[in-house]
């Protein structure tokens, strides 16, 4: 949970073949855990397998800020922007301006990812003003010391806070 939004991450990811486009066309469920949706049910928090999906677009549809669906390895991530919070910022995220060089790097980034949450290198280079090859070295490190922590591959790799 964050200031401007709340993050739901579903281990187990979808079904074999389950594109993001396919559940918003035509949402559909299968139960994963058959105790929680049975209890779900029977307290009315579940009205119908897979009609949340096409429930939070529709809630959405007049905000500027749409949900944000994601599928990263065997997680499905579902971003709810909060309607109350404004921030002058456009990115997602409140940024953390560098305040001097005399602080260290990995000082730096650190209270950068623990203060923004989910930050990628790009967001990090960019909002702090480092060096691409000076951020990948301190993430490094900072992995290495079990301060962060990296989830995803590639491109759509971000980093968290331990």
Do not use: W
Not at 24 to 37: A, G, V, W, Y
């Amino acid at each position: 949970m964050y200031d401007d939004r709340i993050e739901i991450i579903s281990f187990g990811g979808l079904e074999y073949g389950t594109s993001i486009e396919e559940i918003l066309k035509n949402p559909t469920s299968s139960r994963r855990n058959p105790l929680i949706c049975d209890v779900f049910s029977r307290l009315d928090f579940m009205e119908r397998r897979g009609s949340g999906i096409a429930k939070i677009m529709d809630a959405y549809k007049n905000d500027e800020r749409k949900p944000k669906l994601e599928i990263i390895g065997n997680m499905f991530i579902v971003t709810l922007y909060s309607r109350l919070y404004r921030n002058k910022s456009s990115e997602n995220h409140p940024k953390i301006i560098r305040k001097s060089s005399e602080n260290h790097p990995k000082d730096e980034i650190l209270y950068y990812i623990k203060e923004n949450g989910r930050s990628t290198k790009k967001s990090i280079m960019s909002d702090l003003g480092l060096a691409e090859g000076q951020v990948k070295y301190t993430i490094k490190t900072l992995k290495e010391d079990g301060k962060i922590e990296s989830i995803g591959k590639g491109k759509n790799t971000y980093y968290i806070p331990k």
